[in-house]
């Protein structure tokens, strides 16, 4: 999971179970959010693969907990999008690129973030990202 506030991103490796009780946490405050996660859409091709039930069982839980909140916002993108601008050298210039165990997921949950930003909060990202990045 990855949070973006007040220009500070927070990267974490959460567990399924604990997904929710930091998902509540995370939003606690009364400061609007927007709750960036992968569209999942099972093909053809996904259901030969992997059912992926987890996937399709956290986007429920995210949606519920923010759903129940009247100033946050669920924002579904696709994770071939955000990997297209979230690339690795922009989390690395950013200084968001993680190494080490999970840090694939805390990757993919920061490529979400930066385009959430980039379509989303154009002004936010474009103070984060400087010339010399693009």
Not at 36 to 65: C, H, P, W, Y
């Amino acid at each position: 999971m990855a949070f973006f506030r007040c220009s500070v991103l927070n990267q974490h490796a959460v567990k399924f179970g604990e997904v929710e009780d930091n998902l509540r946490a995370w939003l606690g405050s009364e400061v609007p959010t927007l709750v960036v996660i992968e569209r999942f859409v099972i093909t053809r091709n996904t259901a030969k693969k992997t059912q992926q039930t987890d996937a399709l069982k956290l986007s429920g839980v995210i949606q519920n907990v923010v759903e129940r909140s009247t100033q946050h916002t669920v924002v579904y993108q696709n994770m071939s999008d955000a990997k297209k601008i979230g690339n690795p050298a922009m989390l690395r210039a950013l200084g968001w690129w993680k190494t080490g165990r999970n840090a694939a997921h805390m990757n993919d949950a920061t490529a979400q973030v930066v385009k959430a930003l980039a379509d989303l909060r154009p002004a936010t990202f474009h103070q984060l990202v400087t010339p010399d990045i693009i």
